[in-house]
């Protein structure tokens, strides 16, 4: 079983989980039993080889009051158009898209004076990720080019 977009493996043990598409030949709803090495997991009523064959190729859905996502976790439609400042260049624009990456996503920042800036979506460039206002981040050398060294002073 593999998370999607590359996010953290999050099943538990006693679980309840939804598999989609659902079928009438089960339940939609079951529980994981086990949840072993390399995402193998087994879930409830999924006790034979046909019944595990009937959910190949489904997606398992849980609550998110099942588990806690940090904060670089969390979905990210509540990022668009959020402003982005650096901590020694200054604004650097809005969020106006989020690419996915094996690795991590990326914020595609537009409409500032350094024009398009991809800023990877990691703990040690993600300064401060509030629930609302600036969203503060400490670009490593490179991102933005030589206007970072003449821009103005530091953010807090």
């Known amino acids: 079983m593999q998370p999607v977009r590359g ?50 190729g489904c997606y398992v859905l849980a609550s998110t009051d099942d588990f806690e996502l940090g904060p670089l976790e969390a979905p990210y439609d509540h990022l668009i158009g959020r402003t982005v400042v ?37 703990e040690h460039v993600v300064a401060s990720l509030p629930e609302t206002g600036d969203i503060v981040v400490d670009l490593p050398d490179g991102l933005i080019g030589s206007s970072r060294a003449s821009a103005g002073g530091d953010v807090a």
């Open 7 to 56: 996010l953290p493996f999050l099943l538990a043990q006693g679980m309840r989980v939804a598999l989609t598409p659902p079928s009438l030949a089960r339940d939609r709803f079951c529980r994981v039993r086990t949840v072993g090495d390399g995402g193998c997991v087994s879930f409830g009523g999924i006790d034979d080889l046909d019944a595990a064959e009937d959910i190949v």
């Open 86 to 122: 650096d901590r020694h260049a200054g604004a650097l624009g809005q969020i106006a898209e989020v690419m996915e990456t094996p690795a991590n996503d990326v914020w595609v920042i537009q409409q500032g004076r350094y024009g398009e800036v991809l800023v990877p979506v990691v």
